[in-house]
């Protein structure tokens, strides 16, 4: 008896949690967010741009073309996220510079260019130092990656389709 009532209890608690998160689901926009929301820091951003930055590299010197537009789709979506997020911090303002620099290694990804690809990360990188040093945080310097930032994942192109070995 005990059992089935704690179980009771469980989905009530859990029917109405779920119901709670209902408006907020629905709505989708950012706006209407709860407060309180967890919201990720202008610096914690810039650290997934740095992440997606190393995987570009990576991808691109492997003339791995599909992942490498990926990882630049992810840089764009993650600047896009600081402006819907971060829009009170005046450096959100200085984001725009990069544009120009993410079209040229846009450019060079398809036209599958080993050359434009590193003129164009090369740039990219150099992009970033310069609002870096624009808004006074010229300490963060970013550089082209010696090595993947990752151990478990495969930058290079391979058969999609091979299992996994232990070597
Ligand atoms: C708006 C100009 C701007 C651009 C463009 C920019 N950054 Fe930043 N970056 C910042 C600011 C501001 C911070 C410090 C954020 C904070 O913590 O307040 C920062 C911090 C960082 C950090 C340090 C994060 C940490 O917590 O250790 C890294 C790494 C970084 N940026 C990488 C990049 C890379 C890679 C690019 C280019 C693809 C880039 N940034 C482009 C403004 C910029």
Same mark, same amino acid.
């Given at each position: ?31 209407? !967010? ?5 919201? $990720? ?41 600081? !402006? ?29 260019? $080993? ?32 090595? $993947? $930032? ?18």
């Amino acid at each position: 008896m005990l059992k089935y009532l704690c179980l009771f209890i469980m989905l009530l608690i859990f029917t109405s949690c779920s119901n709670s998160n209902k408006p907020e689901e629905q709505t989708g926009n950012p706006e209407t !967010k709860q407060a309180g929301a967890y919201k $990720p820091g202008f610096g914690e951003f810039m650290t997934y741009i740095q992440i997606h930055h190393a995987k570009l590299w990576f991808a691109g010197k492997n003339q791995n073309w599909k992942l490498a537009e990926f990882e630049l789709d992810e840089i764009t979506e993650i600047v896009e996220a600081i !402006k819907t997020y971060q829009k009170e911090r005046e450096e959100t303002k200085v984001l725009q510079i990069l544009d120009p620099a993410i079209d040229s290694v846009k450019n060079a990804i398809q036209k599958q260019s $080993p050359k434009l690809f590193i003129q164009s990360f090369t740039d990219l990188t150099n992009t970033c130092n310069t609002c870096h040093h624009a808004v006074k945080f010229e300490f963060n310097v970013v550089k082209i990656p010696d090595t $993947p $930032p990752f151990s478990n994942q495969d930058f290079t192109l391979n058969d999609t389709s091979r299992k996994v070995q232990f070597k």
